[in-house]
Each structure stands twice: as C-alpha cells, then as structure tokens.
C-alpha cells in the first residue's frame, strides 16, 4: 500500500518518532512505500512531497522538529482546498493517510475523512488538550524543559529576594503550567482554566514572605487570564492563524509589574516560549510516539479511517476522530485539587476570582 503522512500545527520533540515508527513497521511488516508531504496541509495542497523510506528515517529518533516540516495551513480556509487535497492524494497514488497533529491537524484530517479519504490520527501538541487520549507526545519533553527552567530561576530569585514570574505554553489548557509547577515546587500556579484576581496573587506571596521567605515562584500559562479583564487573555499583537487562534504570550511581564505594585517585592518576568517546543524528545515521548506511529500504520491496515491513535490507562487504542476533536481537555478540578493539597489551606490560597 502507498501511504502519505504530513506533520501538521506547532512542532514538538516526538514527531520525527513517529514517522520513523510508521515507515519501519510499515516497510518492514507490510511492504508499504510512504510519500511524506511537506509543512503540514500545505504540502498536500500544493503537492509539495519528499521520499521517505528507511534511508530518509535514518537517525531521527532522537532530533526534535519534523523531516517534514510543518504549518499551520488551513484547507478550510481555501474554496477547493479539500478537492484539492483528494486531487494530490489521487495524483500520488495514495491509498491512505497519517495525519500527525493537534486539534486544528485532526479537524481537517476529519473533513477529509468525511469526505471519503482514508485518514488516520496521531496526537501531537506540547499543550496535551488532545481530548480522547492521557498523553500525547511533547508533554512531557516541554515539562522536563520547563522544570529546569524552574530550577534555574530558582536559584537567582533566592539570591535576589526576588518573586520571578514564569509563562509557559498552553492556549487553552494549563496542563504544561499544572505539571512543571508542581515538579518545579512553584509557590503559584495559574492556568486557564481558573481565571485569577491579582489581589489574592498578591496577597499570597505577601503571606509567604512575612513568614521569613524572602522569593517566590510564579508558573502562568499563556492562555490564563486577569478575571478583571473579562476573561481576555494577554496577546502579543492582534494577528490571527488561518485557523483563528490569536498569537498569545507576555502575561507573565503584564503579572509581574502587578505583582511589584502590589508587593513592593522586586519582581522579574521569565518567557520560556518556543524553548519548549524545541531540541530532543525525553526517552518518554520517543516510546510514546513511536509506540503512536506503529499504531497508526496499523490502524491503516486494519481500515480503521477515521480515528486516532490513543493512550489510555497505557494501553494503545483506537478512537474516533471525531472525540478527539469535539472539545478541549482542560485541567480538571481532580487535578487542581491535587496541587492544592501542597498548600497550606488559607483563605488566599483559592485565586481564582468569586
Ligand atoms: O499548539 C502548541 C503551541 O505551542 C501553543 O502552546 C502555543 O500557543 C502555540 O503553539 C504557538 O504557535 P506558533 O508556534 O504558531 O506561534
């Protein structure tokens, strides 16, 4: 069988893991020939393609970005764009597809399923809001580069009585700010989910440093939000993607001149941004994502179109793309509740705004 795969939205350590898993098995088990198409949808719009076979996966395992590239491209967004992905699947003699992607990736992998093209999904994004699946791959790379950011930045807030304030990545969800915070020892966690009243940020590290400790860490996520701002996250400009996400970032700077105005603490900003997307995957997210990829070229010869590669109670399943897509995974209240329990139960430690 001919397969194509593209790798699609934000990149991540993990995806050259994929691509390498799917052509072994596929080459290997199933005598398949895979054509990869270049910078995610565009590449199959534009009939933009690349030959992978073992020689072309050769040594990837442990190099962070995509062989084949990526964009944020949107067929949607084109009259034919959907026609003419069918028409450069058609011209290429592709069988099947393996679309590796976020949400935005797997709706369109969906479209074009609906459409009748066999498609078939691999989770990817370092922000882990993939519904339908515990992990996908990236998370945990991000996490581990966000740790040691922390443990960094901890070292020179202690030597400057300092309250440094940490932004990392997460739109919609606060997994990445949820998991580094609490593995960082992060004295304030903010996410999306929870939008906060500066005032009890505030108060709380006032609280914390009358009780003689003189620095404090702050993990916010892009994505979280002032409850005083109803509810409008911090943006760097206001352009938007082609698939309408606006270009977050630099709340953290906006915080922290809160957090000194109302402190009189010295207060820094620390961005972490694309840092976190980039160089090699932890030994994790390589046995993940390629425990993904061979599940996907699977998935292909058992028909099974229309789904997604899933993690579940560590087991590799089958779900319908359509699951996967339908919402965001945000952090759940189970999960809050868990990092609360590091902090002394006082009044200001709720700060999310009532
Ligand atoms: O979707 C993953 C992600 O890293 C988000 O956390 C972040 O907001 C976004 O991508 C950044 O997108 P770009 O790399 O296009 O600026």
């Known amino acids: 069988m001919k397969v194509g795969i ?6 991540c350590p993990g995806l050259n893991a994929v691509i390498r898993a799917a052509v072994r098995k596929g080459v290997f088990h199933y005598r398949d020939e895979f054509v990869g198409f270049m910078e995610g949808w565009r590449g199959v719009i534009e009939d933009k393609t690349m030959a992978l076979d073992l020689e072309a996966v050769g040594g990837i395992l442990p190099r962070g970005g995509t062989i084949l590239r990526t964009s944020r491209t ?3 967004k084109r009259p034919d764009g959907v026609e003419r992905c069918a028409a450069t699947l058609q011209k ?5 597809l393996i679309a590796i992607g976020g949400d935005d990736t797997l709706s369109v992998a969906q479209k074009l399923h609906e459409s009748g093209i066999k498609v078939v999904g691999v989770p990817k994004t370092i922000d882990n809001d993939l519904a339908g699946t515990d992990y996908t791959f990236g998370f945990d790379t991000a996490c581990n580069i966000v740790c040691e950011a922390i443990d960094r930045v901890h070292t020179t807030a202690e ?5 440094m304030v940490v932004e990392v990545m997460g739109r919609d969800a ?9 593995a960082g020892g992060a004295d304030v966690i903010l996410i999306p989910e929870r939008p906060f009243d500066v005032d009890k940020v505030a108060e709380s590290i006032r609280h914390r440093h009358e009780r003689g400790l003189y620095f404090s860490i702050v993990v916010v996520a892009e994505g979280a939000k002032f409850a005083s701002e109803s509810g409008a996250p911090v943006v760097q400009d206001m352009g938007k993607d082609e698939f309408g996400h606006a270009k977050l970032g630099g709340i953290a700077n906006v915080l922290a001149r809160e957090i000194e105005k109302r402190t009189g603490y010295e207060t820094r900003a620390v961005v972490l941004g694309h840092i976190q997307r980039g160089g090699s995957p932890t030994a994790f997210d390589r046995v993940l994502a390629t425990r993904y990829g061979l599940a996907a070229i699977d998935m292909v010869h058992r028909s099974e179109f229309g789904c997604m590669a899933a993690l579940r109670a560590n087991k590799i399943i089958s779900i319908p793309l359509k699951e996967a897509i339908a919402k965001n995974r945000t952090v759940d209240d189970e999960m809050i509740q868990i990092a609360a329990g590091l902090f002394e139960k006082t009044s200001e430690r709720d700060l999310s705004a009532k």
Do not use: F, K, Q
């Not at 290429?92 to 099947?96: L, S, T």
């Not at 030597?159 to 309250?163: D, L, P």
């Open 174 to 182: 606060g997994w990445i700010a949820m998991y580094s915070g609490i």
């Open 159 to 163: 030597a400057h009585n300092r309250v």
């Open 6 to 11: 593209l790798t699609g939205g934000g990149d």
């Open 92 to 96: 290429n003699g592709v069988e099947a």
């Open 74 to 76: 949107n067929p949607s």
